[in-house]
């Protein structure tokens, strides 16, 4: 039995003893911090291919607020196989207020287009835009900006003002309107667990995505137990997220919610989309 167990154990572990050398880049990387309309910073990430016989290409953007990578990726990512193998520049930027970049992050879609001085991503993101074909070598004027969920509506709200250079945009699960049929209500209904821990996840921590901390492993018994929606601003977090003020101020659909539908602005697709 000890001869089995012996020859067995060193097979098992066998392929996982030899340490193997770390995969190469194929890409190198720049963090650059991009200046708004409005003076704020935002830190952004550009992945430049290390091979030169395609040059110049284009670009393809992701907004986000989980966070931008500190490092060149080794392996490339599965979801950017078959665009690495084409030939992209890749920039990674974190929304406004979160992590290095300067700003308030609102959670918020909402802005009034019509005032110079306002920003939100739509404004943004044309800013970042008009930089990088200034300012990124081997770029050939060309961006495209894609992203899922939330960097989704980063990408969808570039349809309201988008910047000239912008030829092709990819938004996948993008929020439209938060009161009637998305994340975070349903035809007005609460999704209590999704709005409100989605909240702290972004708004707790400016450089962190900050989940929760639950004190029992059951979530749901601890909604049971919350009692009034009130204590959760007067047990937990104490008036101190923005957007869960926000959804338990504004429990109706009223102006607060028909202006978070950004698609209300929408009345056409000036970008292939």
């Not at 992945?47 to 966070?67: D, K």
């Not at 990124?136 to 570039?158: C, E, H, K, M, W």
């Not at 999704?194 to 601890?222: G, I, R, S």
């Not at 104490?238 to 869960?244: S, V």
Request: contains cysteine; hydrophobic residues 40%; glycine residues 4%.
């Amino acid at each position: 039995m000890r001869t089995f167990f012996l020859a067995f154990f060193s097979i098992a572990i066998g392929p996982c003893s030899a340490q193997s050398a770390p995969e190469a880049s194929t890409f190198s990387l720049k963090e650059v911090m991009i200046p708004m309309r409005d003076g704020v910073h935002l830190q952004t990430v550009i992945l430049t291919p290390m091979r030169n016989e395609s040059a110049p290409w284009p670009i393809l953007l992701e907004r986000t607020p989980y966070g931008v990578p500190d490092r060149a990726p080794a392996p490339t990512p599965a979801r950017w196989t078959e665009l690495a193998r084409d030939g992209y520049i890749f920039v990674l930027q974190n929304l406004r207020g979160r992590f290095k970049s300067e700003g308030t992050f609102n959670l918020s879609s909402y802005v009034d287009l019509s005032d110079p001085k306002a920003t939100n991503e739509t404004t943004d993101a044309y800013d970042t835009i008009e930089w990088l074909v200034k300012n990124v070598p081997q770029n050939n004027g060309r961006v495209g900006i894609f992203g899922v969920s939330y960097d989704g509506l980063t990408a969808a709200l570039t349809l309201l003002h988008p910047h000239p250079a912008l030829k092709a945009i990819s938004e996948q699960a993008s929020p439209a309107d938060q009161w009637m049929n998305d994340d975070d209500h349903r035809y007005g209904a609460l999704r209590l667990s999704y709005d409100f821990e989605y909240a702290v996840l972004e708004q707790a921590d400016k450089n962190a995505n900050t989940h929760f901390a639950f004190d029992v492993f059951d979530t749901y018994e601890w909604y049971l137990k919350l009692g009034p929606l009130a204590n959760i601003n007067a047990k937990y977090l104490h008036g101190t997220i923005p957007y869960w003020n926000d959804s338990v101020a504004h429990p109706n659909y009223d102006d607060f919610w028909r202006k978070e539908a950004w698609v209300n602005q929408l009345h056409s697709s000036p970008v292939p989309t």
